[in-house]
T-cell receptor, first 114, second 115 residues
Framework: AQTVTQSQPEMSVQEAETVTLSCTYDTSESDYYLFWYKQPPSRQMILVIRQEAYKQQNATENRFSVNFQKAAKSFSLKISDSQLGDAAMYFCAYSGGGADGLTFGKGTHLIIQP | DAGVIQSPRHEVTEMGQEVTLRCKPISGHNSLFWYRQTMMRGLELLIYFNNNVPIDDSGMPEDRFSAKMPNASFSTLKIQPSEPRDSAVYFC?????????????FGPGTRLTVL
């Protein structure tokens, strides 16, 4: 079974600085997908970024980028120029190539200090 | 386009009562997923459907839980009888197609409290 591990229960960063959230996963599959979801206090799950395992290029979405290390099974999220609105729970998630359900990590609570 | 719609947003019930949670996926999406979120266990997949057919229900905790998808625009998750340990936020999500892991779009969730 696949597992996703987020080793940082909580992170804090000053507004406008850069923060990196860690995620590792375990799988025996070669084709899979990785996601970062954001959950603000409203509890709505919002997709931040996704990465296909067959793509070597790291995904980017504006201030959000990932560092995908397939051999190390690592998938970290970098948030540049942190804003107060980035404060939320961030979940790393894995999906196999067959479009099965998502396996989530336990989440990282990101605090933005003004 | 409207997103995934879930109802009710909040449900408070007493132990032993039947609870029905409802979900309307995004129009045109072929796959629908039910998740549960608790502090202890985090986010867990309960069941998912593809083209209205249940594909994997191995995450359903026990026989008290059942899910149906009678048509492409509606799904229910039923708990009968409910227990206090069922208290959680239940999310429904949909995605456009199976065959590749397309992005799942989540509803706002239903917060269930069983007294």
């Amino acid at each position: 079974a696949q597992t996703v591990t987020q080793s940082q229960p909580e992170m804090s960063v000053q507004e406008a600085e850069t923060v990196t959230l860690s995620c590792t996963y375990d799988t025996s599959e070669s084709d899979y997908y990785l996601f970062w979801y954001k959950q603000p206090p409203s509890r709505q799950m919002i997709l931040v970024i996704r990465q296909e395992a067959y793509k070597q290029q790291n995904a980017t979405e504006n201030r959000f980028s990932v560092n995908f290390q397939k051999a190390a099974k690592s998938f970290s999220l970098k948030i540049s120029d942190s804003q107060l609105g980035d404060a939320a729970m961030y979940f790393c998630a894995y999906s196999g190539g067959g479009a099965d359900g998502l396996t989530f990590g336990k989440g990282t609570h990101l605090i933005i200090q003004p | 386009d409207a997103g995934v719609i879930q109802s009710p947003r909040h449900e408070v019930t007493e132990m032993g009562q039947e609870v029905t949670l409802r979900c309307k996926p995004i129009s045109g999406h072929n796959s629908l997923f039910w998740y549960r979120q608790t502090m202890m266990r985090g986010l867990e997949l309960l069941i998912y459907f593809n083209n209205n057919v249940p594909i994997d229900d191995s995450g359903m905790p026990e026989d008290r839980f059942s899910a149906k998808m009678p048509n492409a625009s509606f799904s229910t998750l039923k708990i009968q009888p409910s227990e206090p340990r069922d208290s959680a936020v239940y999310f429904c999500a949909s995605s456009p197609r199976r065959g590749e892991a397309d992005t799942q779009y989540f509803g706002p969730g239903t917060r269930l409290t069983v007294l």
